[in-house]
């Protein structure tokens, strides 16, 4: 028996087209018992109707149809133009290995010929399903440059935001992600995507922010066939179909259109620009801002029908300069990643620029940590043994760094403790003063404020040893 695709359905809608209905009824009853959702069309009318409802993941098409404007074949090749990512099964009781090989040449998945084992249905199915869904990953892997699909950190606020998305993912409700740009609002948008009963389906992002008005309306409903002269586009809210749409930026979406999302968000219904047709969707919304939305509310900027909608489950992203514990382990991660995209050996990075980059306000926040790590692998100099030092990281990190960290010795001093430490320091600035004065120990003594004998002490205690002249002394340091 072939392995049960049951659970699936959300993001699973197939739409079988043939001609006798008791051929129809007995795919829609194997595919019904696999947890699937069924659609039917006897004609090319119907077909061309149905998709217009709503693009369904996969099409099983008979050949010959009977009392239709379009054969099968016909319709392959308007799918195939038109929704060149939806996968096509073609069945047919009349066919020969000459139809096959044209059908598969047209661009349908596989052939099946009447009568069939329903075993053999199931199988190439789950098949094709699971090909069109490796097919929308590796899209949204190649379209989404650097993207993450973890939360990394251990900070009391990640862990709490770990745990309400273990609480909220599995449930379908709608989710607002609120924090400062950069912090990583749509890992956690995808996170929930991934810990929910939708994860096999689409997980489909847009920024409000980056369009025009008029081009967001047509991004998120799509528009029919003509409109402006092309051909009939399909919006976000069809594509996310049974999984997950994520809207980032929400407080920059005209008025208008928020009003559309509202009804879109009750109905579950919505019409494409310049259409009338009413398409039924099956969607859940995660939305984003860095904007204060109970302000943007209370000034007209956010509608508050939707804000309500929205902010189910609030979830908040703390600044990465208030849960600065979680830096190394994003480092750690970002430094392996840009390595290996990157072909160059992964360095370490010493304490001193660790101590750095904990240091710095971050106004990035994430993401500019990542690209930060990219920088850093591609210009420190040193040998890949090496470690990283402070004084490698970015122009706008070491600018802000305190000096102690930019000495040659930085490295070494954030390992020790405060007394150690302080002998270090002691005997390098010593030695930098007495080399300064030529091993003058009466200039040196004089300019730092000590007594010469105590100097002389000082000196012998830290290993710097002077000539028996009392006035000059031979500049060398102890080697332990």
């Given at each position: 028996?072939?392995?049960?695709?049951?659970?699936?359905?959300?993001?699973?809608?197939?739409?079988?087209?043939?001609?006798?209905?008791?051929?129809?009824?007995?795919?829609?009853?194997?595919?019904?018992?696999?947890?699937?959702?069924?659609?039917?069309?006897?004609?090319?009318?119907?077909?061309?109707?149905?998709?217009?409802?709503?693009?369904?993941?996969?099409?099983?098409?008979?050949?010959?149809?009977?009392?239709?404007?379009?054969?099968?074949?016909?319709?392959?090749?308007?799918?195939?133009?038109?929704?060149?990512?939806?996968?096509?099964?073609?069945?047919?009781?009349?066919?020969?290995?000459?139809?096959?090989?044209?059908?598969?040449?047209?661009?349908?998945?596989?052939?099946?010929?009447?009568?069939?084992?329903?075993?053999?249905?199931?199988?190439q199915v789950q098949h094709a399903l699971d090909a069109a869904r490796l097919r929308r990953e590796n899209l949204e892997l190649k379209t989404r440059v650097g993207g993450e699909n973890d939360l990394i950190g251990k900070s009391p606020e990640i862990n709490q935001i770990r745990q309400i998305i273990e609480r909220v993912a599995p449930t379908g409700s709608r989710v607002m992600i609120s924090g400062p740009s950069g912090v990583g609002k749509e890992i956690v948008a995808r996170v929930l995507h991934?810990?929910?009963?939708?994860?096999?389906?689409?997980?489909?992002?847009?920024?409000?922010?980056?369009?025009?008005?008029?081009?967001?309306?047509?991004?998120?409903?799509?528009?029919?066939?003509?409109?402006?002269?092309?051909?009939?586009?399909?919006?976000?809210?069809?594509?996310?179909?049974?999984?997950?749409?994520?809207?980032?930026?929400?407080?920059?979406?005209?008025?208008?259109?928020?009003?559309?999302?509202?009804?879109?968000?009750?109905?579950?219904?919505?019409?494409?620009?310049?259409?009338?047709?009413?398409?039924?969707?099956?969607?859940?919304?995660?939305?984003?801002?860095?904007?204060?939305?109970?302000?943007?509310?209370?000034?007209?900027?956010?509608?508050?029908?939707?804000?309500?909608?929205?902010?189910?489950?609030?979830?908040?992203?703390?600044?990465?300069?208030?849960?600065?514990?979680?830096?190394?382990?994003?480092?750690?991660?970002f430094l392996a990643r840009a390595s290996e995209v990157s072909g160059i050996a992964v360095r370490r990075l010493g304490d001193d620029a660790m101590a750095a980059l904990q240091a710095y306000a971050w106004p990035g926040n994430v993401r500019q940590l990542r690209n930060a790590m990219e920088w850093v692998v591609i210009m420190a100099t040193g040998e890949a043994t090496d470690p990283i030092r402070a004084d490698m990281l970015p122009p706008e990190i070491t600018s802000s760094t305190p000096s102690?960290?930019?000495?040659?010795?930085?490295?070494?001093?954030?390992?020790?403790?405060?007394?150690?430490?302080?002998?270090?320091?002691?005997?390098?600035?010593?030695?930098?003063?007495?080399?300064?004065?030529?091993?003058?120990?009466?200039?040196?003594?004089?300019?730092?404020?000590?007594?010469?004998?105590?100097?002389?002490?000082?000196?012998?205690?830290?290993?710097?040893?002077?000539?028996?002249?009392?006035?000059?002394?031979?500049?060398?340091?102890?080697?332990?």
């Open positions: 028996m072939a392995s049960s695709i049951k659970d699936k359905s959300l993001s699973n809608d197939i739409l079988v087209v043939d001609d006798e209905t008791d051929i129809r009824l007995l795919i829609k009853g194997i595919l019904n018992d696999e947890g699937l959702m069924v659609r039917e069309a006897g004609n090319s009318d119907e077909t061309l109707k149905a998709i217009a409802l709503r693009k369904p993941n996969l099409v099983i098409l008979d050949i010959w149809l009977n009392n239709s404007t379009m054969d099968g074949m016909e319709i392959l090749k308007h799918i195939r133009k038109e929704y060149p990512d939806t996968p096509v099964i073609m069945i047919s009781g009349h066919g020969n290995i000459q139809t096959a090989v044209e059908a598969i040449k047209i661009g349908a998945y596989d052939f099946i010929e009447k009568p069939f084992k329903s075993d053999r249905l199931i199988l991934k810990n929910s009963r939708r994860a096999n389906g689409s997980f489909v992002a847009i920024n409000c922010a980056t369009m025009q008005p008029e081009q967001l309306e047509i991004e998120l409903f799509g528009t029919e066939y003509g409109i402006n002269g092309g051909a009939r586009k399909v919006g976000v809210f069809e594509q996310a179909h049974g999984g997950t749409l994520y809207l980032d930026e929400i407080s920059d979406m005209p008025n208008e259109t928020q009003g559309k999302i509202v009804r879109v968000l009750q109905e579950q219904v919505f019409t494409r620009v310049g259409g009338n047709t009413r398409v039924e969707v099956d969607v859940r919304v995660i939305a984003s801002s860095s904007s204060d939305l109970q302000a943007e509310v209370q000034i007209g900027r956010v509608r508050q029908d939707l804000y309500y909608r929205l902010s189910v489950v609030p979830i908040k992203i703390p600044a990465l300069c208030d849960r600065r514990e979680d830096i190394p382990l994003l480092v750690e991660h102690v960290l930019r000495w040659e010795k930085g490295g070494e001093i954030m390992g020790l403790p405060l007394r150690d430490a302080r002998e270090m320091f002691e005997r390098e600035y010593l030695l930098a003063q007495v080399t300064r004065f030529g091993g003058n120990i009466s200039r040196t003594a004089n300019f730092i404020g000590m007594e010469r004998s105590a100097l002389h002490r000082k000196l012998k205690l830290l290993g710097v040893h002077g000539s028996s002249n009392e006035n000059h002394a031979v500049v060398s340091e102890k080697i332990n």
